[in-house]
């Protein structure tokens, strides 16, 4: 048997560039196979924000923020929720994942040229329990330079090996089926698409202009989540988060089709966990999108006020950047699957933050005097143009025009003035008082204990409806898909796994393909920023592996 390469890599996204390189740094020759075009090279990292949940950082450190492997750990048990006969890998690789967040991460990353930004973000805050979902302490460490940051030095790995002769891509090259020799899989066969000149991230054609075989003693499967296929999504929609939403936008580029987790379970592969899902329910709809139905995220600070289709508020913990799938869950049981912020210009001008590294140019271009201008300036550049042009977006001088403007844009005629003005002003009656029974404004004082958040993140207590703190806003929050939590199930060499657990030869998995390592690192949640370092953690372990067998 000849074969073209040592390994066939699928997929040319973060988990695949570092499976890869692991790869080729053990001398061994690989093909990297990709559906893109060349200039989509990196995959969803590069659009990324570039967040890694570090343990116990020099980061954490320096701003008092005291971290642990055991207190990540009862955070992570406590957010997975790990309850299935299944989970028994995921649970696994999620202990082997914490201890490299609390271990080597920083370090193999940081020898490898990647720095973050020192004041670390508090995301998923959690809002119930301890032994519940959330981080109990900051760990989203921004990654300078964003989701390029992240890429980049595996990107530059993989050009070394490619002038060494060791690694090679084949772009436009969309695998539709793993061959099988003898009950080992050591081929992938497909289609060569057009070529395709379109921007990075942007839909590309699916005209196909050949086919293609390629064969390999290892075939590693890091072909991402299923987040742009909104019919997948909702075959898989669990009926613990309500109905699935009838609109949905997307937080990924169309190529996060989910159509190679199919091709790997028709030759063999258990999937599992694939109703764990990882949407947001900040979205709101790019006015200057790059792919279909491009939504962002907004990254809220805890003090914009949460109100549900209706004009109800949404009880804790429900609040903003607490707890994404109760809230998810909560908005999807009010038979509408859009909800309402409402705040002001104080809170816009540091409360919010837009997830993706189009949207965060500071950060993105590496510029101090940039990031430095958020903490003094006005309304981030990226921020005031969705304020401008931004279709979900409201800003008016009072609460009627305000309250106008929602029934028009939804359409649905469902918010009372005097309802919505009764719950403001009795939450801005609380503000007035040291002490309060209002949860939302008891976790605003809490962050605000954090230096960090005092210093970039959080604004003082005080009353929305006070005219001093400039507009009123609302805008509308459309449920967007983002990560798929579940996928093919592997063992703790990445190896991936038949129903009933033995080994499918010759197959490897890493990145969000494999639910982030096991099939389902997260259980049911996440505590942010985990997703990249699932990647780079699980493309590690397979590409390690799988260099020992050929
Ligand atoms: C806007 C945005 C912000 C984010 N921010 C963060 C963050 O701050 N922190 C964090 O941890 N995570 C974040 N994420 C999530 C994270 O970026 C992704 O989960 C991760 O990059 C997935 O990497 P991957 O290599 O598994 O998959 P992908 O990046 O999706 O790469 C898979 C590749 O496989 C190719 N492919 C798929 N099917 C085939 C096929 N049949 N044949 C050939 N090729 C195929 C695709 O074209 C693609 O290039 C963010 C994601 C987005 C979109």
């Known amino acids: 048997m000849t ?6 890599v699928i997929g040319a996204g973060l988990a695949g560039l570092v499976a890869a390189t692991e790869l080729t740094d053990a001398g061994k020759r690989v093909i990297i196979v990709d559906q893109e075009p060349e200039q989509t090279l990196g995959g969803q990292a590069w659009r990324s924000f570039g967040g890694l949940f570090f343990v116990n950082s020099p980061e954490q450190r320096r701003l008092r923020i005291k ?3 055991e207190l990540a750990l009862q955070d992570w048990m406590g957010s997975a929720g790990f309850d299935r006969e299944e989970d028994h890998w995921p649970r696994k690789w999620a202990e082997a994942y914490v201890d490299f967040a609390a271990g080597e991460k920083r370090s193999w990353l940081h020898a490898q040229g990647m720095r973050w930004f020192p004041i670390v973000g508090w995301a998923e805050r959690g809002g119930s329990l301890a032994t519940g979902h959330g981080n109990s302490v900051p760990r989203f460490h921004i990654t300078w330079g964003t989701g390029l940051g992240v890429v980049e030095p595996f990107v530059r790995r993989a050009r070394e090996a490619e002038q060494k002769g060791l690694l090679s891509f084949r772009f436009r090259h969309r695998v539709t089926s793993l061959g099988t020799n003898g009950g080992i899989v050591d081929s992938v066969e497909g289609e060569v698409l057009e070529p395709s000149n379109v921007k990075r991230s942007e839909p590309s054609s699916r005209v196909v202009a050949s086919s293609f075989i390629l064969r390999a003693q290892v075939i590693v499967v890091c072909s991402g989540g299923m987040g742009a296929n909104h019919d997948l999504v909702r075959k898989n929609w669990p009926k613990r988060l309500g109905e699935a939403p009838k609109r949905l936008i997307s937080g990924v580029p169309d190529h996060v089709d989910g159509l190679m987790l199919g091709i790997s379970e028709q030759s063999g592969a258990h999937l599992i966990n694939c109703d764990r899902m990882w949407h947001y329910v900040e979205g709101v709809h790019n006015w200057n999108p790059i792919w279909s139905r491009h939504a962002i995220r907004i990254l809220p600070g805890p003090s914009s006020l949460w109100f549900d289709a209706n004009g109800n508020r949404l009880p804790a913990p429900c609040l903003p ?13 009010t038979g509408y699957d859009y909800s309402w912020f409402i705040l002001n210009e104080t809170i816009v001008k540091k409360e919010f933050t837009l997830s993706g590294s189009e949207q965060n140019p500071d950060f993105t271009s590496k510029s101090w005097r940039q990031v430095l201008k958020r903490a003094t300036g006005g309304i981030p550049s990226p921020v005031k143009a969705f304020l401008d042009k931004g279709e979900d977006f409201i800003v008016e001088n009072n ?15 469902l918010i009372d003035e005097q309802k919505l003005h009764a719950q403001i002003a009795a939450r801005d009656r609380e503000v007035e008082n040291t002490y309060t029974k209002d949860a939302q ?13 005092k210093l970039v993140r959080v604004v003082p207590p005080h009353k929305i409806l006070d005219p001093k703190h400039g507009r009123l806003i609302a805008v509308r929050l459309n449920i967007l898909t983002r990560k798929s939590l579940g996928g093919i199930e592997t063992d703790l060499n990445a190896r991936v796994l038949k129903q009933g657990g033995e080994p499918l030869p010759g197959v490897y998995a890493a990145g969000e393909a494999a639910g982030f390592g096991g099939g389902g690192v ?23 592996a799988a260099a020992k067998v050929v």
């Open 399 to 413: 609460l009627t025009d305000l309250v106008r403007r929602m029934n028009a844009l939804s359409g649905d005629n």
């Open 522 to 544: 997260h259980g049911y949640n996440s505590l942010e920023g985990t997703f990249l370092g699932g990647c780079i953690f699980s493309g590690r372990i397979a590409g390690r």
């Open 3 to 8: 074969y073209d390469a040592d390994a066939i």
């Open 321 to 333: 950047g607490f707890d994404t799938l109760a809230t998810l869950s909560h908005i999807m049981k």
């Open 67 to 69: 971290d642990s492997y």
């Open 441 to 453: 404004i008891t976790a605003i004082r809490g962050a605000r204990n954090y230096i960090g958040d």
